[in-house]
C-alpha cells in the first residue's frame, strides 16, 4: 500500500529553523510535494522534489532521498505568517493521484 | 488568469437534502480532483476527473457520491441524501493534462463548506 508519516504538530519560536519530517512508503514513487495550508484556507503549492537533493525557494527548503524514501521541509527565519499546517503529498507511476499525509500543524511563537 | 473557483463557499444543507457543489477549474486545467477535509485533519482523495471521463472514483463513497465533469460547464460533486457525516470542506484541484508516469502539481480552489444540521 502507500502511506505517509509526517509530525502531527512542530513548535518553533518567530526568526528560527524548523525541520518537517515526511517519510513516505509507496511502489512506483516519482516525486514528493509540500503543501501549506492555512486554518480555513485552501492548500497551496510550495514545493516538488523529483531527484535527490535540496531545492531551495526564498526561506523555504525542500529536501528528498529516495534511497531512504525520505523528505523534509525547511523554513528558515520563521514569521508568525507560517503558522499554518503543512502537508507532504507523493505521487508515483502507479495512479495520477497525489497521497496525502496528515499534515503537520506549525505553531510559532514570538 | 483566474485561479480554480468553487461555489458556494458554504453550504447549509438539513438531513436528507441534496448538495452540489461547483468546481471550475484554471484555464488551461482539464484534470479536476475533489478532497474532502475533516476539521483537523488531513485530505482524503475523493474522484479524479477528466471532461466528460471518471478516471479514478477509489476515494468516494459508493452510495450517494457522485461526480461528474462535463464538456461544457464546471466539474459538480454532488451528494444525496446528505447526513450529519458529510459535514466537511471540500477542496477542487485542478492540474493541466497530466504526463505518463507522473503528476502535475495540482492548484486549489477555496473549498466549500458543507454543513448538514
Known amino acids: 500500500g502507500q502511506s505517509l508519516e509526517q509530525p502531527s504538530e512542530v513548535t518553533a519560536v518567530e526568526g528560527a529553523i524548523v525541520q518537517i519530517n515526511c517519510t513516505y512508503q509507496?511502489?512506483?514513487?516519482?516525486?514528493l510535494s509540500w503543501y501549506q495550508q492555512h486554518d480555513g484556507g485552501a492548500p497551496t503549492f510550495l514545493s516538488y522534489n523529483a531527484l535527490d537533493g535540496l531545492e531551495e525557494t526564498g526561506r523555504f527548503s525542500s529536501f528528498l532521498s529516495r534511497s531512504d524514501s525520505y523528505g523534509y521541509l525547511l523554513l528558515q527565519e520563521l514569521q508568525m505568517k507560517d503558522s499554518a499546517s503543512y502537508f507532504c503529498?507523493?505521487?508515483?507511476?502507479?495512479?495520477?493521484?497525489?497521497?496525502w499525509g496528515a499534515g503537520t500543524k506549525l505553531i510559532i511563537k514570538p | 488568469n483566474a485561479g480554480v473557483m468553487q461555489n458556494p463557499r458554504h453550504l447549509v444543507r438539513r438531513r436528507g437534502q441534496e448538495a452540489r457543489l461547483r468546481c471550475s477549474p484554471m484555464?488551461?486545467?482539464?484534470?479536476v480532483y475533489w478532497y474532502r477535509q475533516l476539521p483537523e485533519e488531513g485530505l482524503k482523495f475523493m474522484v479524479y476527473?477528466?471532461?466528460?471521463?471518471?478516471?479514478?472514483e477509489s476515494g468516494m463513497p459508493k452510495e450517494r457520491f457522485s461526480a461528474e465533469f462535463p464538456k461544457e460547464g464546471p466539474s459538480i460533486l454532488r451528494i444525496q441524501q446528505v447526513v450529519r457525516g458529510d459535514s466537511a470542506a471540500y477542496f477542487c484541484?485542478?492540474?493541466?493534462?497530466?504526463?505518463?508516469?507522473?503528476?502535475?502539481?495540482?492548484?486549489f480552489g477555496p473549498g466549500t463548506r458543507l454543513l448538514v444540521l
Open positions: 484541484a485542478s492540474s493541466p493534462p497530466v504526463a505518463t508516469g507522473g503528476t502535475e502539481t495540482q492548484y
Open positions: 484555464k488551461g486545467h482539464s484534470h
Open positions: 476527473l477528466q471532461k466528460e471521463n471518471i478516471i479514478d
Open positions: 509507496t511502489s512506483g514513487f516519482y516525486g
Open positions: 503529498a507523493v505521487s508515483s507511476d502507479s495512479n495520477y493521484q497525489l497521497i
